[in-house]
């Protein structure tokens, strides 16, 4: 008997298939684009803000990757020397928009408030960096700074504490979980779990098309080779981009012996975490537990 459907069951069915091909495509070769939107907001990869804006020392640097990409980074340090060595440093990863000029305000608590140097950069193709953004070369872009500070007179003589929000959170992982001997502590923010695994809640029409995802930043499988460093989490409980469930199992899986954190912002949302009460009192805590054991000052 051959087998028939109706008309509009058969175009549905057809229509469907074309959007899910479609959308599988697009995934599949625009996804950089869509993970790494380094040209929002408008302006952000010819225009970046300078710490002198906000009244800070720095270095405007060019570092040269091992794959030959200049990207640019700052480095705020305390200006007596003396006192950085005595001070953490702060290597800061950001999020996915913009560029280390809009981070600034953060850095600035760190440098002030708190006493630290703060080494920035915009990973490759963010800011005035060169380059497209890929999971490989934002990778590396990390290994460069961390040579950078590990080849300094002064900041490598300095504990140094990985700070990474939302993706930088995923390139934080990655750098200490590969480098454990070369730090002192990590601090993730709104971090998930693996970007395939974000993909049915950001966009649930193309869910079963996850596995499409080449761009992974298996968070969830790095931070278990973390074995004895102190991790403090910072978990907005309205995050509307990363589930807040993600940070609760990054913890869960942690192992290690280092002091471990836990800090949940009931209104934080994923963009807007680092404003709510208590965000920086945790991060100033925390600090202060990786110097208790040094000759160094504690923040006041």
């Not at 440093?89 to 708190?114: E, W």
């Not at 002192?184 to 709104?190: D, K, M, P, R, V």
Request: aromatic share 10%.
């Amino acid at each position: 008997m051959s087998s028939y459907l109706p008309w509009y069951l058969s175009y549905s069915l057809g229509a469907a298939a074309v959007a899910i091909l479609s959308g599988g495509a697009l995934l599949y070769h625009f996804q950089c684009e869509i993970i790494y939107p380094a040209n929002f907001p408008e302006g952000s990869r010819t225009h970046v803000i300078k710490p002198s804006q906000y009244g800070l020392p720095y270095e405007d640097l060019t570092l040269v990757t091992s794959d030959e990409v200049k990207i640019k980074a700052y480095l705020i340090k305390q200006s007596d020397d003396l006192v950085a060595r005595k001070r953490p440093t702060i290597l800061f990863l950001h999020a996915n928009a913009g560029n280390m000029g809009h981070r600034l305000s953060i850095a600035d608590v760190f440098y002030r408030q708190f006493g630290c140097n703060v080494f920035m950069l915009s990973y490759r193709g963010y800011g005035l960096s060169e380059g497209s953004p890929t999971e490989k070369g934002l990778k590396i872009d990390a290994k460069t700074a961390l040579n950078y500070i590990k080849g300094h007179p002064v900041l490598s003589e300095t504990k140094l504490i990985a700070y990474g929000q939302s993706i930088g959170g995923a390139v934080s992982i990655d750098i200490v979980a590969k480098n454990q001997d070369q730090f002192s502590g990590l601090i993730i923010e709104n971090t998930f779990l693996s970007l395939p695994k974000v993909i049915p809640h950001v966009l649930p029409m193309i869910s079963a098309l996850s596995f499409l995802c080449h761009q992974i930043w298996n968070s969830e499988q790095m931070i278990q080779y973390i074995s004895r460093l102190p991790v403090l989490f910072l978990s907005g409980k309205k995050d509307e981009l990363v589930p807040p469930a993600h940070m609760m199992e990054l913890h869960r899986l942690l192992d290690t012996t280092g002091e471990v954190v836990w800090r949940e912002f009931p209104n934080g949302t994923h963009n807007d975490t680092c404003l709510k009460p208590g965000y920086f009192e945790a991060i100033k805590a925390f600090l202060n537990n990786i110097m208790k054991d040094s000759d160094n000052e504690k923040i006041k």
